[in-house]
């Protein structure tokens, strides 16, 4: 399949849209796991970063055409379930 120029710069570009909302997830789960682990105490510090995690997903679904859909947990919520029990599983 051949593409013109500038159906081939549109997909470079939706390409590279999509790996810095990648990026950016990442960085951001990152995050909220180190918080997660070393200060689950900080609800706030979690509850934000979880927050700005929760729309970089959304973004990131929206860019390779997801749904998003109203059953389900929100990363965050996710994540922090997986934590908590890492760290129950830790201190046994």
């Known amino acids: 399949?051949?593409?013109?120029?500038?159906e081939y710069a549109k997909l470079l570009a939706a390409?590279?849209?999509?790996?810095?909302a990648e990026?950016?997830?990442q960085r951001?789960?990152?995050?909220?796991?180190?918080?997660?682990?070393?200060?689950p105490d900080h609800e706030l510090a979690l509850a934000m970063v979880g927050?700005?995690?929760?729309?970089?997903?959304?973004?990131?679904q929206s860019l390779i055409g997801l749904p998003l859909l109203p059953f389900t947990h929100e990363p965050s919520t996710v994540?922090?379930?997986?934590?908590?029990?890492l760290a129950?599983?830790?201190?046994?």
């Open 51 to 60: 927050h700005d995690m929760d729309k970089a997903h959304a973004h990131l």
């Open 23 to 25: 990026a950016d997830y």
């Open 1 to 6: 399949m051949r593409y013109s120029r500038a």
């Open 79 to 85: 994540l922090r379930r997986e934590a908590v029990r």
């Open 28 to 39: 951001l789960r990152a995050a909220y796991l180190e918080i997660a682990r070393k200060e």
């Open 15 to 20: 390409q590279d849209q999509v790996a810095r």
């Open 88 to 92: 129950e599983r830790d201190a046994a």
